[in-house]
Structure formats: structure tokens, C-alpha cells
């Protein structure tokens, strides 16, 4: 079983846990895009990213800069919505070998990322438009072969892969007559169930149903094999 997640745009440079290290899956298309992003002079980057001032400063330099940034493992790095609701005070070894096993980061700038992989900050995103058509430049399904994927990923990074066996997990919220989807609490409640998964090193499909945090429920309904829905 594999858990395919998201990067998040913010990171948060912090202490390393006792993940292990783990070589980078496509260093050589990594070193591509990031020759790539170097060529863009600061005025291209703000247009490219939609970003200005601090930001656009800060990302240019790191971007020239590259070889010189520090390391960070890559599970320990993204601190978006979806890894605030991980209780990573609660980890040890057993959480952390669960995690190595089962997660991948899908990411625009390294493709695929294992948590104990070393990366350095960056941004991009797979909507970015850098020249290259990134859905295309990353064909990343071959890597989980036959494996049962378990889809926490957003839509951005989840149509990375084309895969039979991919299960989604789905948050909807019930508003008037139907339910819906808002991504504030979506990511909230992915971040939730992913950390339900490794605090009992869920194996098995069958156990999904037992999540039942934030007053989330798995609605039988609208659930299907490959389409796991909780709501409240």
C-alpha cells in the first residue's frame, strides 16, 4: 500500500526526526527543472509564480543559490494545512518505519518524493507555466507498479498518476440539500485521517471506516470501492 500526499507551498525549517535517509527517485529531471527555473530572470519569476516583494526575492535567491541551501528530509519539511493535523509528538520508530514504508510526497519539482528524501526550499507548483507541460514531464505511475494506492492528494498533484488501483478518500461537508467540498476543511481532514493511519499503522482497507474524527463520518452511500467518503 502506498499513501500518495501533497507538498504544501509553505515550509517550515525545523528539527530532524529519525526518518531515514532515502536517495532521491529523479535526481537527473530534478536538476533539469531546477536549471530550468535559474534561467528566469526575477521579472519572469513574478509573472511565472504570481508572486512579488519578499517572497519574489527570497525565491529568486534560493533559486541562485541552489547548491548552497541547506538539506531537510522532506516529511519534516512541509508545514501546509495537511501536516498540521499530523501529531508528530506522538511518533516513534514504529510511526516512523510505518511512514517510510507507506508514504509519497507527489511534487512538482522532484516528481516523487520518500519522506526521509533531503531536499532543499523551493517553489512550484504543477499549474506554473515554466515552458514545460509538468504532467507530462513527470510520468511517475510506473513507480508504484501494482501497489493499492490510497489517494490523500489534492487534484492538482493526484493527476500525476494514472493508476487502477487508486482509492480516494474524500471530506464533504453538508450544506442545504447536498454535500460539498471545501478544501480549508478537506485539507484539515486529510491531514487528520493520515495521521489515523500511521498512529495505528492501518494496513487495510476495511479499517478506514473506523475514522470518525472532527465529526466525520464514512457515508456508506456515496462510497464505493474506490471511493471513500466521510461527511458531516
Do not use: C
Amino acid at each position: 500500500m502506498k499513501i500518495i500526499i501533497s507538498p504544501s507551498k509553505t515550509m517550515k525549517i525545523q528539527g530532524q526526526t529519525i526518518l531515514k535517509n532515502q536517495a532521491l527517485l529523479y535526481p537527473e529531471k530534478n536538476q533539469e527543472l531546477l536549471s530550468l527555473l535559474q534561467s528566469f530572470n526575477k521579472e519572469e519569476l513574478k509573472s511565472i509564480m504570481k508572486i512579488k516583494n519578499r517572497l519574489l526575492d527570497e525565491t529568486y535567491s534560493n533559486l541562485q543559490n541552489y547548491d548552497n541551501l541547506p538539506f531537510f528530509k522532506a516529511f519534516d519539511a512541509f508545514y501546509g494545512l495537511v501536516y498540521k493535523g499530523l501529531q508528530k509528538e506522538l511518533y516513534h520508530e514504529e510511526e516512523y518505519e510505518y511512514i517510510n514504508k507507506n508514504i509519497v510526497i507527489l511534487d512538482a519539482f522532484y516528481g516523487l518524493l520518500l519522506p526521509g528524501n533531503l531536499i532543499k526550499q523551493y517553489r512550484l507548483d504543477m499549474k506554473m507555466k515554466i515552458g514545460v507541460n509538468l504532467y507530462q514531464f513527470w510520468d511517475v505511475t510506473p513507480y508504484f507498479k501494482d501497489e493499492q494506492i490510497i489517494n490523500l492528494a489534492s487534484q492538482e498533484f493526484s493527476k500525476m498518476i494514472n493508476h487502477k488501483k487508486m482509492v480516494n478518500i474524500s471530506f464533504l461537508e453538508h450544506r442545504g440539500d447536498s454535500y460539498v467540498n471545501l478544501t480549508t476543511y478537506s485539507k484539515q481532514a486529510r491531514g487528520k485521517f493520515l495521521n489515523f493511519l500511521i498512529i495505528n499503522k492501518i494496513t487495510e482497507i476495511s479499517a478506514f471506516q473506523k475514522f470518525n474524527e472532527d465529526n466525520y463520518t464514512f457515508n456508506k452511500e456515496l462510497s464505493s470501492d474506490l471511493e471513500f467518503v466521510f461527511t458531516r
